[in-house]
RNA sequence: GUCCCCAUCGUCUAGCCUGGCCUAGGACACCGGCCUUUCACGCCGGCGACGCGGGUUCGAAUCCCGCUGGGGAUGCCA
């Protein structure tokens, strides 16, 4: 039975590279018919909060991923104590009484020189009666592992194979911290064996803390996972994804405009081929179906916003459903033009799907449905080569119609071609500037086909 | 600095394991054309890559070594 786990900590909201994370696991344990659990990685009590725990609860559901188990590690803290006492019992780990600033210095003074810090076992050879004494006196201490020299631990990376590192490049490692509260390294391993993961899906930045969780399986007798380190993701700069380069949160695109289907699909597509898939546009279920940690790229791979904009279009444009659609643009238009009926938006989006890439480009381009503008700049130098009595005759031929459509638009214009002698294009043109006040933007028979006719008239009136 | 990982168009990738089918394929972006009442959509076409140097081999994008370049780690963050 196939277990892996996504563990998020909430010190905010859930960034994109985690979220591939997230999804790559996910797809994973679908795919093999196994179980998704996701565990809240809250052990830095100074920076988690509730409110980002609940927005990458939210992000994740809202990106279709659903967890079969959930875990909070702040409420594990005493199975934490617990196996730490363990350690410190069997002697793979010690009490040390070294101050933060002493060890802070030595780092720096190593740095300085070039070299790698490590932690010089100060307290490793305290004596028993001396620790008794100096947890009484001393009050502060934190709990190091204590790492075995010159050991060399590999393990094989389901994504990159065989990688050795030599465990004297580090120290030895805290795993208590002086407040009390158990460190990222050791709880996840304690986390990962006892929940039974099989698979620890997770960031190309864990490779090196790797060696060091290898120890305290070892130490504590248990069985280490199987691992995949996936590559990160880079910004347009070629560093690391982070908030310098912008939108980088669910959140972000989620507030933007973004369908989850388009986000989730490209999140795969990053450091995953879809070759065996056939096609670039792929649903969550033919995800989980062709899904293969092989196929995973060993690269790091450069987020484009490009793309997903353009993803996101396709389905904006051909995918989504118009229900679905309307749903989700709803309270985009709300929030831009107040309450709408919801038939007339209905109708709108059935005949304009196809002219935006976002839900905030729809808010923009749908305009003239929900507004009257006043003409631009471009749009009044147009204006001033067109005879005005255009407006006037358009009045009258609208006013005629029973009702608005495309093609009897097109005998409007055609009756005035012939009267007036004016070219259609600039019959089009002026209907356009009135209408919508730009010279850009949906064909505007469809808007005048959807519009109103008293507004289309209105509108109109206002130009003769 | 040290350790680890990586290296095909600007970007995401196919091909690499099992050398010849590669004149290196697809997608985004970009450029041009068509469609057209504008912008877009759509369709057609174009530009564009095996980082460098050595091997191995009849033959290397594919295998080996070195270099260079990039990324990550180096925390009482995760």
């Known amino acids: 039975m196939v277990r892996t786990r996504f563990a998020p900590s909430p010190t905010g909201y859930m960034h994109l590279g985690n979220a591939r994370t997230g999804i790559f696991s996910y797809l994973f344990a679908r795919h093999h018919n196994g179980s998704f659990i996701l565990r809240i990685e809250d052990t830095d009590r100074e920076r988690s909060t509730k409110e980002f725990e609940d927005s990458i609860l939210e992000d994740l559901k809202w990106l279709g991923i659903e967890w079969d188990e959930f875990y909070r590690q702040s409420e594990r803290f005493d199975i934490y104590k617990e196996y730490a006492k363990k350690l410190v019992e069997s002697g793979h780990a010690y009490y040390c009484f070294c101050k933060e600033e002493d060890i802070e210095k030595q780092r720096e003074e190593a740095y300085a ?62 795993i208590v911290r002086s407040d009390g509260s158990p460190v990222y390294n050791f709880v996840v391993v304690i986390d990962d064996a006892l929940m039974k993961i099989t698979h620890v899906i997770r960031g190309e930045d864990h490779i090196s803390n790797t060696p060091k969780q290898i120890l305290i399986y070892e130490a504590l007798g248990f069985k280490p996972p199987e691992f995949a380190h996936l590559p990160v993701i880079l910004g347009e700069d070629r560093t690391k994804l982070s908030k310098r380069h912008g939108g980088v949160s669910v959140r972000f695109y989620k507030e933007n405009g973004y369908c989850p289907e388009a986000l989730f699909n490209y999140l795969c597509l990053l450091g995953w081929s879809s070759e065996k898939v056939g096609k670039e546009i792929i649903s969550k279920e033919e995800a989980v179906k062709y899904f293969d940690i092989k196929d995973i790229n060993l690269s790091p791979a450069v987020f484009s916003h490009d793309k997903l904009y353009w993803l996101n279009g396709v389905y904006i444009r051909e995918i989504l459903s118009e229900d679905r659609l309307l749903e989700d643009l709803l309270p985009f238009i709300e929030k831009a033009y107040k309450k709408v009926d919801i038939d007339y938006l209905r109708k709108i989006i059935k005949a304009t799907r196809k002219e935006y890439n976002t839900y905030l480009e729809a808010v923009e381009k749908l305009r003239p449905f929900f507004e009257h503008k006043e003409p631009d700049e471009a749009a009044k130098e147009e204006l001033s080569k067109i005879d005005k009595s255009v407006f ?73």
């Open 392 to 464: 006037e005759l358009l009045i009258k031929e609208i006013s005629a119609l029973e009702q608005i459509t495309p093609e009897n638009l097109k005998a409007v214009v055609k009756n005035i071609q012939k009267s007036t002698g004016l070219k259609p294009k600039d019959i089009w043109h002026a209907l356009r500037i009135a209408i919508t006040g730009s010279l850009e933007g949906i064909a505007i028979d469809v808007i005048v086909s959807i519009l109103p006719k008293e507004e289309t008239l209105r509108r109109l009136s206002k130009f003769v």
């Open 113 to 174: 020189q070039g070299k790698a810090y490590r932690y010089p076992g100060t307290c490793r050879h305290l004596s028993k009666e001396e620790v008794e004494d100096r947890l009484r006196n001393d009050g502060s201490y934190v709990i190091r592992f204590k790492v075995p020299d010159g050991r060399v631990v590999s393990f094989d990376d389901l994504i990159r194979g065989n990688i050795s590192i030599n465990v004297d490049d580090f120290g030895d490692f805290v």
